[in-house]
């Protein structure tokens, strides 16, 4: 801003005479300014008010429009201790007898103390230094380590029927090893402070249960010095299994075998027809030159090619002849993998349709069987081998099924839940022996209830929060503050003269007035249930007497005999006694009511040139006239610092003309002075 100096000759406070004519103009800018802050605060009056109705439009109104929404059952049990239920909407009304014979399992192994050092009897004696972490398997003992010979093998069976072989390996830590071990499918730890490896089945149940077994003699002794061999009957019903279904292992691995070998037939079939078909299409730019030429025959092509090229000399272009010989080499590539594939295979006559019909050859089915009598033979080895081992043996609990006896039928789940017909069930603790738990399945005419009650609830703070904006007392006389007169009043009078102003914004609005007219009028209407047209009041659903309502309030509804409604509590309940004994007409009536209030929101929430979808008032329009305050304000501004510079201006040019003529008396008085 230039600095300003005046009044020096004048001797006039031109800086106050500035300020009370720009004064009187700054009035408009004021007032433009007022006016915008009161259309922000209507803006955001409305976006306030519309949230409360797409609130209840989104919410308990859409609910109530579904039939299926009071389709609600409740669960009781005898035992909540023991069980806890989950009520579906499928679930029908019935007493049920139960039984929780036995809760499921995770399988479980708790490793022992591998530090401990233990006479022949199995009794410690004393530790080892602990083991950490980062300990290498395959070190020696006197190095810190556990002393496993590399090359040692460990079979981890889980209850999905897959089996690892975890391979210890030159350098493998303990924690290397425990990420083979979850990566097999198990959860596995080693913990440092009680030098235990810990290792659990990822789900409860049987069928998650595990095994851990040693592949070779060495794998049975790193078993053993990891802690975790258990010595029971499952590591002989591994091995023994491997024995005793060797023919239906050969017949498995047989077909398996096939059946990868008639895909990769099928597969080089369909790229030996698209390379054929390459070359065809080559040949069509040399149609002359193979004429005579069977394309079927690779080696005919190759030949007549060798033929041309020698035809046209050394000298020759022989390029032509590049994208001919690469799709021979590839019709030749997908032959020598065909040819591989059938020399594992043997023609066994045509099925219906004249097709081949493909069984492995006698070589290929040879070798499987070959494989699978080693892995028994290796088997019989280890079971001689484990009859006469001794160790120290890990904690395992194996992995169970929960089961539980349901009206006398057994059911059985690899977790604690049961789903069935409708409910879902979560057993805590098994039952005593003579106990039976009593399931109670039933309407749950408090969530009905509860359900409208809510819908109530937030449809009478919205209609009365509209009553008391439309019926607002009137600020006529109220206008919003400018800084200058802020700064003359506490925060408290502030506070009081902005909130009178905003209180009134909405009242009488038309809008406003429309959208709470339309609902109060689904809220009186009659609507047809089985032939009988019926209104709220037949439910016990009322407002009060307009002497009796509070100011704002007459227009809310109260259910009678609802506990948390002073006004009504001690009324007959009428509304639960009719869910109870007529669930089916409630459902009509209120169904049609939330379907024609939802309507009729909707219809006024639909988008317009001057409202965004889901908006009952004018937003878009709103925005345009404040944007239009903004450039309104500025061009007011601009008017009135340009005012204002005029009258500096005016008075500089007053200034120097009074110093031009102060300078003149000067000179003339000097001159009458020098003349006496």
Do not use: C
Request: charge should be negative; avoid cysteine.
């Amino acid at each position: 801003m230039a600095m300003r100096l005046s009044g020096l000759m004048s001797g006039m406070d031109t800086e106050s005479i500035i300020a009370e004519l720009v004064a009187v103009r700054r009035v408009k800018v004021d007032d433009a300014v007022k006016d915008q802050k009161k259309l922000e605060w209507k803006q955001d009056a409305w976006k306030s008010l519309n949230s409360q109705i797409t609130k209840l439009y989104n919410g308990t109104l859409s609910n109530l429009r579904f039939s299926t929404s009071y389709l609600k059952k409740t669960t009781k049990v005898s035992n909540p201790n023991a069980l806890t239920v989950i009520t579906g909407e499928n679930a029908v009304n019935s007493v049920q007898s139960l039984k929780i014979n036995k809760l499921s399992k995770s399988a479980y192994l708790t490793g022992a103390d591998i530090s401990a050092i233990r006479d022949a009897n199995g009794n410690v004696t004393g530790h080892t230094e602990a083991f950490k972490g980062s300990s290498v398997l395959t070190d020696s003992k006197e190095d810190g380590g556990l002393g496993l010979v590399a090359g040692s093998e460990i079979a981890i069976t889980t209850g999905d029927g897959k089996s690892t072989t975890i391979e210890i390996t030159e350098g493998m830590t303990i924690n290397g090893l425990v990420s083979k071990l979850k990566d097999a499918g198990v959860n596995a730890s080693f913990d440092e402070k009680n030098q235990r490896f810990f290792i659990s089945a990822k789900t409860t149940g049987a069928a998650a249960d595990f095994t851990l077994t040693g592949v070779n003699e060495s794998g049975m002794d790193a078993l053993d010095a990891l802690g975790v061999s258990t010595y029971g009957a499952k590591e002989n019903k591994y091995y023994q299994g491997i024995i005793d279904n060797a023919d239906a292992t050969k017949a498995e691995r047989q077909q398996v075998k096939l059946d990868e070998l008639l895909a990769q037939r099928k597969e080089l079939e369909d790229k030996q027809a698209t390379a054929l078909n390459s070359l065809a299409e080559l040949v069509k730019d040399h149609e002359a030159d193979f004429a005579d030429v069977d394309l079927d025959d690779i080696d005919a092509v190759k030949a007549r090619i060798a033929e041309l090229k020698e035809a046209e000399g050394d000298g020759a272009e022989t390029s032509a002849y590049a994208e001919l010989e690469k799709a021979v080499a590839e019709v030749e590539t997908v032959n020598g993998e065909l040819a591989d594939v059938d020399a594992q295979l043997t023609p066994a006559g045509t099925d219906e349709d004249g097709n081949v019909i493909y069984e492995l050859s006698a070589e290929t089915a040879a070798e499987i069987i070959a494989e699978v009598d080693a892995e028994v033979a290796q088997a019989q080895d280890m079971l001689g081998k484990l009859a006469g081992r001794t160790g120290t043996a890990a904690n395992k609990i194996d992995g169970e099924d929960a089961e539980i006896t349901l009206n006398g039928v057994t059911f059985t789940s690899s977790s604690n839940t049961f789903e069935i017909n409708g409910l879902t069930m979560t057993m805590n603790a098994t039952t005593a022996e003579n106990e039976e738990i009593t399931v109670t399945t039933q309407d749950d005419t408090d969530g009905i209830y509860d359900m409208i009650k809510d819908f109530f609830k937030e449809y009478n703070a919205l209609i009365n929060q509209m009553d008391k904006l439309y019926n607002a007392d009137a600020a006529k006389d109220y206008e919003p503050l400018t800084d200058e007169e802020k700064e003359e009043m506490s925060e408290d009078a502030i506070k009081e003269w902005e909130t009178k102003i905003k209180d009134a914004l909405l009242r009488r609005d038309s809008t406003l007035n429309t959208v709470a007219g339309a609902m109060k009028s689904v809220m009186m209407s009659g609507f047809e249930v089985n032939g009988q047209k019926m209104y709220l009041n037949n439910f016990g659903i009322e407002t009060m007497s307009y002497f009796l309502a509070a100011e704002n309030e007459k227009n809310a509804y109260h259910i009678n005999g609802d506990p948390d409604d002073a006004a009504s509590s001690g009324n007959p309940d009428k509304l639960k006694a009719m869910i109870a004994s007529d669930p089916d007409t409630v459902v009509s009536f209120f169904t049609q009511l939330s379907r024609e209030m939802y309507t009729k929101l909707s219809d006024l929430m639909k988008a317009t040139d001057y409202s965004s979808s889901y908006t009952v008032y004018d937003d878009k329009k709103m925005k345009s006239e404040y944007d239009d305050y903004k450039s309104k304000i500025a061009d007011l501004e601009k008017r009135l610092n340009d005012y204002e510079d005029s009258w500096y201006a005016k008075f500089a040019k007053m200034e120097t003309a009074m110093a031009k003529m102060q300078s003149n008396a000067s000179a003339v008085t000097s001159l009458i002075g020098g003349g006496f």
